[in-house]
């Protein structure tokens, strides 16, 4: 009701984020309730004869399920969580293979991102030299987008039948997936200027004459830490500039909470090598079957899983942890 709450957007832009999270759990907890008492309701008027065992199990299993959404959404308890996100991949070993599944997995998390109503931009990419990606990174834009996705750090297998080896061999192939909070004017991160080493280069890609006449992608070294970052999604330079800083900022706030967690769980929290031994999930297609090493959920529709139905993934990880850390 403030007349002047608008005259800073940023501000209010923090404020009703808040208040669309609030919101939501008091939406949450009000459909739990009356799931709770349909089923009660139905539960009294089977024992009279007025309701059949169908309809009483049919309330019961809304209950759990909206239960289940609730438990879910309280795993992403961490301030980080209600952030958007950078998805990076990188491809491991095996060469064109190898590139090629980066492609899909990007494929696949863009259309999870598209489906849940997310938006994107692309930061910065690498193209194959045959086929596929070399790297690429992606702002994902949204709501609790990092909470819902950090479990998806790890390196991820594939295993098929290979479209571009001739004797039609059954081949395995890696790609590293991480996930990095996309910090905003709620957290603060401090960086000095004197530790940054600046590059300006030719951005590539799509973009006609600009990208071939201009020095509009820049990268920028934070030099205690050795972490480098690249940007060339905007036209200009300073633009280019900004948005790398905030990428920058966004691995800083990351590293911190990886060094957190590694004081708190006793293990390293680090990125894991492109090879055999890290995966934390194998998709074997030739098998049809997906399957996540750390919680033992697996799909068998690979297809869905591919074309971005990773939802019971996610679910599975976020709730395991959140077990984990209540014991």
């Not at 832009?13 to 309701?41: F, N």
């Not at 994902?140 to 594939?158: C, F, P, S």
């Not at 590694?262 to 390293?268: M, N």
């Not at 090879?275 to 068998?300: A, F």
């Amino acid at each position: 009701m403030d007349p002047a709450f608008w005259n800073d957007p940023e501000r209010a832009e923090e404020v009703m984020r808040e208040l669309r999270t609030q919101k939501k759990w008091v939406e949450d907890y009000q459909a739990l309730a009356r799931y709770v008492e349909d089923t009660e309701v139905l539960y009294d008027f089977s024992k009279e004869g007025e309701a059949s065992e169908v309809e009483v199990d049919g309330a019961y299993q809304r209950a759990l399920d909206q239960l289940s959404d609730v438990e879910f959404r309280l795993a992403m308890d961490q301030p980080e969580d209600e952030l958007g996100c950078i998805l990076e991949i990188n491809a491991g070993a095996g060469g064109t293979e190898s590139c090629d599944w980066s492609e899909m997995l990007m494929r696949m998390y863009v259309m999870w991102a598209e489906k849940n109503g997310y938006k994107l931009t692309e930061l910065n990419r690498q193209d194959g030299d045959v086929a596929g990606i070399k790297s690429v990174e992606i702002e994902i834009q949204g709501d609790h987008a990092y909470g819902m996705l950090k479990g998806e750090n790890g390196v991820h297998r594939l295993v098929r039948v290979s479209p571009f080896n001739s004797q039609g061999k059954r081949m395995t192939s890696f790609s590293s997936v991480f996930i990095h909070p996309m910090i905003d004017n709620s957290i603060e991160v401090d960086v000095n200027p004197a530790d940054l080493e600046w590059d300006t280069f030719r951005a590539s890609g799509a973009g006609g004459q600009h990208v071939n006449k201009t020095e509009s992608a820049v990268r920028v070294r934070h030099l205690p830490s050795g972490i480098v970052v690249e940007c060339q999604q905007e036209r200009s330079q300073h633009m280019n500039r900004e948005k790398a800083m905030q990428m920058l900022k966004s691995r800083l706030y990351e590293q911190e909470i990886q060094r957190k967690m590694a004081e708190r769980e006793k293990v390293e929290a680090g990125k894991m090598k492109n090879e055999w031994g890290s995966q934390i999930r194998s998709y074997v297609l030739d098998d049809r079957r997906v399957k996540d090493h750390r919680t033992g959920h697996t799909n068998n529709n690979t297809d869905a899983v591919l074309d971005g139905d990773i939802g019971g993934f996610l679910k599975a990880w976020l709730l395991a942890r959140q077990k984990v850390e209540a014991n």
